[in-house]
């Protein structure tokens, strides 16, 4: 699966100043609702932070993938933003994050659900590709090793 099925340039942003994951959450589900008009940037947030409330979506090493099913989606969406500056993300490993996928799907759609997350998470843990990203001069550049 290649993010550019999910994912498109207008929700991709670089140097996102936000100090907060709730501003973090707030940020992606307002990329997100642009994939999803129909769907209300607030519903999306609360999708998003219902599913933090079972346990932190963050990877690690600087990364979080927050995610959510909501009713109202007929296909996949995806947003990313890299943030100016890292957050406390509550981690499993304590690392502020500063790469922050966001992901909405379908309500039923528990397959694609695993699978997108699962091609998200590959991508972010080589070392070498998150230092492209963070290297990376603007939202046009970030796009293009995303979709590659």
């Not at 500056?85 to 039923?108: K, R």
Request: hydrophobic residues 45%; contains cysteine.
């Amino acid at each position: 699966m290649k993010l550019a099925e999910i994912l498109n340039p207008g929700r991709v942003a670089v140097g996102v100043a936000v100090t907060s994951k709730k501003r973090a959450l707030e940020e992606i589900a307002r990329l997100l609702a642009l994939g999803a008009p129909s769907v209300a940037p607030a519903d999306i947030l609360a999708s998003l932070a219902g599913r933090e409330k079972l346990g932190s979506t963050g990877l690690g090493h600087g990364v979080a993938i927050p995610h959510g099913r909501m009713a109202g989606v007929s296909s996949s969406v995806g947003a990313f933003v890299r943030l100016k500056h890292p957050i406390d993300y509550d981690t499993h490993d304590g690392q502020p994050v500063d790469l922050v996928f966001g992901l909405l799907v379908p309500q039923n759609a528990t397959g694609e659900h695993l699978q997108h997350l699962a091609a998200i998470a590959e991508k972010f843990s080589v070392d070498d590709f998150c230092a492209q990203v963070h290297a990376a001069k603007d939202d046009a550049a970030v796009y293009a090793l995303l979709s590659a």
